[in-house]
């Protein structure tokens, strides 16, 4: 559809809520109709006026309910008419997005004391009496001259040989605060540390980028001891040749927890005699994942072969579930907490100390507007932003969905690219999107959490979250992405009007959010010239109508797409019926805000690029009807049928898994510690 041959039916004002849409008159749309489309065209005069509707439903209640679309009549370009058919013009429907919304509520600012963190401290690592050649990798490899406030305070905990619980903001050097340490610890052993030792340090992190990450930086620090060999394991790569290497030799070993519980299960040449180190990175996202049992297994398995070790656990939010893991392997820890008045915040508090030049918005947006919305923001030039979906199917369809609609424009030169990044991913490819963002100026990362930890891509610019994490410490981890190392940095979170209570559970974990209307954010459309359907016709920057064209045309756009094949509009349901479920993910104590009844299903399916709420959504992604029963059957023939809490513990799960098959289902997990060390 050309977008010149669109006349659009776009209300002039919002509607204020279900009760006005309900007396509004036909007669009074048709009038408006022609206004807008006077002296457009001869032949839109001559179109039979819109059918009347009925009445738009008055709770919005998940089923039965259908999405509105406006029935207008095609305007054919000059001399195309031969496309014509016979008998008029075919009707064209287009999205009414700013139609029969209720009004969006206002919700009161709430004051919020956030909490801050000094980011650098004024000390150099020349001041710790570390090996010169590592002080020398430092600040001339690379290029850090002085510590940052985590690293002068766990540095020398760490170098004394103490445990040590380290909390700082996302950001803020972690990483090196152990490495360091480690490096200086291990390249003192004597006699030599010897490759065939095997580990001598045990880097545990909850995702295979996490891990990648760690061992790059462990291996830049240890150019200068290059007796000591680094080595990952992290699942998704062939469990022979990680086998191989472990044969060969491995001294700091950084992995995921389940592929490490797998070797220790099944490599015979995998032993902790030598271990020295136990870091725990991520230390409440590891025990959130349900990698307890892993945890508990690991060590076990330190423990019955080594002597005293020292430990550390870190993270930007350490939770009460971390205490029970700092119970079973801290001996007399050091806490390091930079919040700027430790004695009032207790250290295992969900809290956000933040970087100041770290600007957070929110963003209430009617479930109807949600998809244009969602697209356009921030459209800043040139942005590096990364966008957090609730899961793979919802990162594939956007994905595919925006690179084929979406030109970003190519303003100043820079071509903004789109990246998805998941846990369905081949490792390969997870890999190389993860370089090829790491290292790109400008882009736009579609994922799911899997990259919201401990993740460091250098200049991100915005953090969109498209859905709302189900915890605090999620959303400081995901925001924590961006204005990392005192850079500046913009998050927005997006919300539906039946979930802006989100707000307060925020508020109650001191972190605030200054508010962004929708209509600033659709006004970035005024930006893109591919989206204009007047010619000619001037807009101002703050010109309403004119925004609420161009949201029409991009979301008409998108509705083009997902029904142009039946794999689209498929790949479009798969995808709502992803949104729906995650929707039962959320946990206890947020049910009442996230309420799957709360949803209107024709509004929700417009964000999906879908015309109408489909019906029996289950039963057409499930495909041939007759198949689906000899499932049936065959499940009570006595397969279990998954139950749900199960299948989305797998989907999550399945994020962040060792990339093995799935364990036997009896085998029995060492449920005790032995705390020998
Ligand atoms: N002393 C320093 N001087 C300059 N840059 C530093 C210094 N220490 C660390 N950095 C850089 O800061 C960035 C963030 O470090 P790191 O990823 O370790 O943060 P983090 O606290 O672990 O973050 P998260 O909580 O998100 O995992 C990295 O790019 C790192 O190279």
Redesign the pocket.
């Given at each position: 559809m050309g977008e010149q041959g669109l006349i659009l039916n776009i209300s002039e004002a919002p509607v204020k809520s279900y009760k006005n849409v309900q007396k509004s008159q036909p007669v009074r749309k048709w009038e408006k109709f022609k206004a807008l489309t006077r002296n457009k065209s001869k032949d839109a005069s001559e179109a039979p006026p819109p059918p009347k509707r009925p009445a738009p439903p008055l709770s919005p209640k998940l089923h039965g309910k259908k999405a509105k679309a406006d029935v207008i009549p095609r305007k054919v370009p000059a001399g195309r008419s031969e496309e014509r058919p016979k008998g008029g013009r075919p009707p064209i429907k287009t999205s009414s997005l700013f139609k029969n919304n209720p009004e969006l509520p206002d919700i009161e600012r709430l004051e919020v004391k956030q909490l801050q963190e000094k980011v650098?401290s004024s000390d150099s690592f020349s001041d710790l009496g570390l090996h010169p050649h590592l002080v020398a990798t430092l600040t001339d490899v690379?290029a850090?001259?002085?510590?940052?406030s985590?690293?002068k305070m766990t540095i020398p905990a760490l170098l004394s040989g103490r445990d040590a619980m380290v909390r700082?903001?996302?950001?803020?050097?972690?990483?090196?605060a152990y490495g360091v340490p480690l490096v200086q610890a291990l390249q003192e052993v004597t006699p030599k540390i010897q490759r065939s030792d095997g580990p001598y340090a045990l880097i545990l992190v909850p995702t295979r980028e996490l891990a990648l990450q760690s061992f790059s930086?462990i291996q830049k620090l240890l150019k200068p001891f290059m007796w000591i060999v680094p080595g990952v394991l992290m699942g998704g790569e062939k469990r022979k040749s990680e086998k191989a290497r472990l044969r060969k030799g491995i001294n700091i070993l950084i992995s995921t927890p389940g592929r490490l519980v797998d070797h220790i299960r099944s490599t015979k040449n995998i032993h902790f005699t030598h271990i020295r180190w136990l870091v725990v990175?991520?230390a409440d996202r590891i025990l959130d994942l349900g990698f307890e049992k892993d945890l508990t297994a690991i060590l076990n398995a330190l423990n019955a072969q080594s002597e005293r070790r020292q430990n550390v656990l870190l993270?930007?939010t350490l939770t009460q579930g971390v205490t029970r893991l700092a119970d079973i392997s801290l001996h007399l820890p050091v806490a390091v907490s930079v919040t700027a008045d430790p004695c009032s915040e207790p250290m295992l508090e969900v809290t956000s100390p933040w970087s100041s030049e770290l600007r957070t918005f929110r963003a209430l947006l009617s479930q109807n507007g949600f998809f244009s919305t969602r697209w356009w923001f921030p459209c800043d030039l040139k942005p590096k932003m990364i966008v957090f979906f609730p899961s793979c199917e919802l990162v594939e369809f956007y994905h595919t969905l925006l690179s084929n609609v979406l030109h970003l424009q190519q303003r100043e030169g820079d071509k903004a690219v789109f990246l998805r990044l998941h846990g369905g991913m081949k490792q390969e490819e997870r890999t190389d999107v993860f370089q090829q963002f790491s290292g790109a100026r400008a882009g736009i990362l579609l994922c799911t959490d899997v990259a919201a930890?401990?993740l460091?891509l250098?200049q991100v610019t915005w953090i969109v979250q498209y859905n709302a994490p189900a915890s605090a410490a999620e959303y400081i981890?995901r925001v924590?992405?961006t204005a990392?190392?005192g850079t500046h940095g913009n998050s927005l979170l997006i919300l539906i009007p039946s979930e802006a209570e989100y707000i307060q559970t925020l508020v109650n974990h001191k972190i605030s959010v200054s508010e962004i209307k929708m209509e600033e954010i659709l006004s970035n459309l005024l930006l893109e010239d591919f989206l204009v359907i007047r010619r000619g016709k001037k807009t101002g920057t703050s010109d309403p109508q004119a925004v609420r064209e161009r949201a029409t045309v991009l979301q008409t756009k998108f509705e083009d797409y997902v029904h142009a094949s039946a794999e689209t509009s498929l790949s479009a349901k798969k995808a709502l019926q992803s949104y729906i479920r995650s929707y039962a993910t959320y946990p206890k104590n947020l049910k009442h805000v996230f309420h799957i009844r709360s949803l209107h299903l024709g509004h929700v399916a417009k964000s999906f690029g879908l015309r109408d709420a489909p019906h029996n959504l289950s039963q057409q992604l499930a495909g041939n009807p007759k198949k689906q029963k000899a499932m049936k059957n065959k499940r009570s023939d006595g397969h279990k049928t998954l139950r749900t809490k199960q299948r989305f513990s797998d989907l999550l799960t399945s994020e962040f898994s060792s990339g093995l098959p799935p364990k036997p289902k009896k085998m029995k997990m060492p449920q005790s510690i032995d705390k020998t060390s």
């Open positions: 650098f690379l850090m001259s002085r510590m940052t985590v690293q700082s903001q996302t950001g803020s050097g972690k990483t090196l930086i990175d991520e993270s930007a930890r401990g460091d250098p981890h924590g992405r990392r190392l």
